[in-house]
Nanobody, 117 residues
Framework: QVQMVEAGGGLVQAGESLRLSCVAS????????MGWYRQAPGKQRELVAT???????NYADSVKGRFTVSRDNARNSVYLQMNSLKPADTAVYYC???????????WGQGTQVTVSS
C-alpha cells in the first residue's frame, strides 16, 4: 500500500510564494512519475506539473515560469515551489505518483492553497 502525505498549503497574498511537499511511503518502483494536480471550486481537477524519475518536467501553461517541480528520489519526495501566486491559483493541490512498472497511481489527501488579492 502506497500513501502520499502532503504538507505546505496555506493562505497567502497575491505575489507571495509557497512550497508544497509530498512524501510517498510504501513500495514504488524506481520508474515512476510524480507530480501535482489541483482542483478549484466548481472546476475539474487539472494538471499542474509532473516530473519523471529522470528529472524530465512538464508544466501547465498557466504556471510556466512561476512554479517549479522537483523531487528527491532517495526520499520518494516531490516538491512544488510556487512563486508570484495569483488568486486564480487558489485550489486544493494533490500530489500523485504513477508507478510505471505496475501502472498504479496513488494520490495524496490534498492541501488547500488560498491566494488573496
Amino acid at each position: 500500500q502506497v500513501q502520499m502525505v502532503e504538507a505546505g498549503g496555506g493562505l497567502v497574498q497575491a505575489g507571495e510564494s509557497l512550497r508544497l511537499s509530498c512524501v510517498a511511503s510504501g513500495s514504488i518502483s524506481s520508474s515512476n512519475t510524480m507530480g501535482w494536480y489541483r482542483q478549484a471550486p466548481g472546476k475539474q481537477r487539472e494538471l499542474v506539473a509532473t516530473i519523471t524519475n529522470s528529472g524530465r518536467q512538464n508544466y501547465a501553461d498557466s504556471v510556466k515560469g512561476r512554479f517549479t517541480v522537483s523531487r528527491d528520489n532517495a526520499r520518494n519526495s516531490v516538491y512544488l515551489q510556487m512563486n508570484s501566486l495569483k488568486p486564480a491559483d487558489t485550489a486544493v493541490y494533490y500530489c500523485y505518483v504513477i508507478d510505471r512498472a505496475t501502472m498504479e497511481n496513488y494520490w495524496g489527501q490534498g492541501t488547500q492553497v488560498t491566494v488573496s488579492s
